[in-house]
């Protein structure tokens, strides 16, 4: 696992990071319920910004560009925000991989809470979910999220890109 994953606190300005904050918080973005994160698991509520090589949402140009172009960005495959909702005890994704070809995944952390992303089944890696942070790895390591307990939502933007 040495060297497949970059974890980068700060990664927006704080002008652009609040602007994608506020939009994710508020009541102008429509949140979209999926029965599984992975499979014949939890629940959890999406936001799809980008996929099947075209832009999904208006709020892509306004919010997002922003990212894919420090990202350095070179194709997108998906980007989409996810939200878990509260548990009163934490839960924990099934391990998947989001690619199984040679690309990247990015998490992008909307708001710090006590869940956290796990890279490696074996090594069990936590990435602690703190706002304004960005995990980057290979789209074929195994990983998995860990819902929170101590705030109402959990937000992050998956990107899956070359």
């Known amino acids: 696992m040495k060297n497949k994953y970059k974890v980068i606190n700060n990664f927006l300005s704080k002008e652009d990071f ?21 499979e014949k698991d939890n629940g959890f509520f999406n936001h799809c910004f980008y996929n099947n090589f075209k832009p999904m949402s208006d ?3 306004t919010h997002i560009i922003s990212i894919i172009n420090k990202l ?4 997108i495959i998906q ?3 996810n939200l878990l909702l509260k548990k009163e005890t934490q839960y924990f ?10 690309c990247k995944t990015a998490v992008f952390y909307i708001n710090t809470c ?6 490696d089944e074996k090594l069990k890696i936590k990435i602690k ?3 304004n942070k960005m995990l980057i790895f290979d789209s074929n390591v195994f ?3 860990a819902s929170q307990t101590d705030v109402d939502r959990r937000i992050v933007i998956n990107f899956n890109y070359f």
């Open 18 to 38: 609040i602007n994608i904050k506020n939009l994710l918080f508020s009541n102008e973005i429509a949140w979209f319920y999926l029965n599984n994160m992975v």
């Open 59 to 61: 709020f892509y140009f």
């Open 72 to 75: 350095k960005v070179a194709a």
């Open 79 to 81: 980007i989409r925000a």
């Open 93 to 102: 994704s099934k391990f998947h991989v989001d690619a199984p070809f040679k």
């Open 114 to 119: 006590n869940g956290y992303t796990i890279l």
């Open 129 to 131: 979910c703190e706002e």
């Open 143 to 145: 990983h998995c999220a």
